[in-house]
């Protein structure tokens, strides 16, 4: 439609504040690599601000402000996700194998297999000991301790690997990192009697313990800024805790509205939105009835019902900015550019549509004339051309509860690889869109 970059159009002050608001994004997420990071660290922020909330084993969060008459006016509601693509290790991890232990693993979510080969792994997570106490673990963030890695084959003797195709390069059962290489003075199994030995003392882990637990490798990196001025960030996990950055800093920082406000941190979109932690749960009327017990209303069946038919909701997750090395795979005339603003998108899914909620024109227009009138950056985006592949968000799942629904949020480049890449304005802009929505 002709609009420019928003290096072009904001004013001085304006780049000032999306540098502020740059770092700040940049440091949280170098701090939150999981989704029960991220969520712990959210409900910190919703105490600052004295804002209610409820959570869901830890990994799935609620935060909301009570107000108005949720039966009659609705809830404005954010929809996000907090889990990202990675590596997970298996219930009984350890092996030892050419005199290296490794860890066995199970990647979660799609990855393009062959990008984790080679790069300096962490080690973050959970484990529940015998006796029901919690570790926690995060190995690798600090430079002063060691990483974990996944070798790749030298390209020496890589003939019939580079024959084969991405997909193949390797196996899944094959993703599996170096714990170590030094061996205990035993007879049997002594590289693998090592890093027992080492989990045992360090954390007072048994092997039994690791078949209760949830361990991801995930990158060993901050997020940095991108090119050499610096208006791009590159980041891990931006798919989807960008959106849920903004959209928590936006009813964090929220000045007036009349409606409801929530936010909803999911887990597990990337394998589905399954289990009770995911959209596809009963999680968002549990928030119904906990705001409507907050303002003293009956929690009914049917007042839970009027309350989500009059609701609205943007399914805030990411969208595939045009790459300049792949501009072949998109239909440029509809799709979204790094630097031009927060993407609103009718609809995603596959080919035909397929597994899409794809938003009603009348809720297109609400959410377009909200960004206007309060002077957002935005664009429209759709997720590739309509026989490349496709994909899917919380959308459909919060529409099947009655819910006007559509999808916004900040695109990307190199989308669910280790070192996702988005522009300083979009992440701004994503942040006064989400708030000027809430407090519409």
Known sequence: MGKKSGWEVLSEKELSEVQKFAEEYM??????????????ASMEIAEQWGLSY???HGKTLGIFRPQGNPVEEGLRIIAAHVDAPRIDLKPQPVLEKENFVLFNTHYYGGIKKYQWLSIPLALHGVVIKKDGTKVEIRIGENEREPVLTIPDLLPHLSRKQMEKKATEIIEGENLDCIA????????ENRFKKF??????????????DLISSELQLVPAWNAREVGLDGSLIGAYGQDDRVCSFTALKAIAGMGGGNRTPVVILYDKEEIGSTGNTGATSRIIEDIVIEVLEELGIEPTYKNIRKTLNASVCLSADVNAGVNPLFPEVHDTTNAARLGYGLVLTKYTGHRGKGGTNDAHAELVYEIRRIFNENNVLWQTGELGKVDEGGGGTVARFIA???IDTIDSGVPLLAMHSPFEISSKIDVYQAYRGFRAFLES
Request: no cysteine; charged share 40%.
């Open 54 to 56: 409820r959570v869901f």
């Open 400 to 402: 099947e509860f009655g």
């Open 27 to 40: 440091d949280f997420m170098s701090k939150n690599k999981t989704e029960r990071e991220f969520v712990q």
């Open 180 to 187: 170590g290489s030094k061996p205990a003075k035993v007879k």
């Open 195 to 208: 890093i027992l030995d080492l989990l045992k003392k360090n954390y007072g882990i048994e092997e039994e």
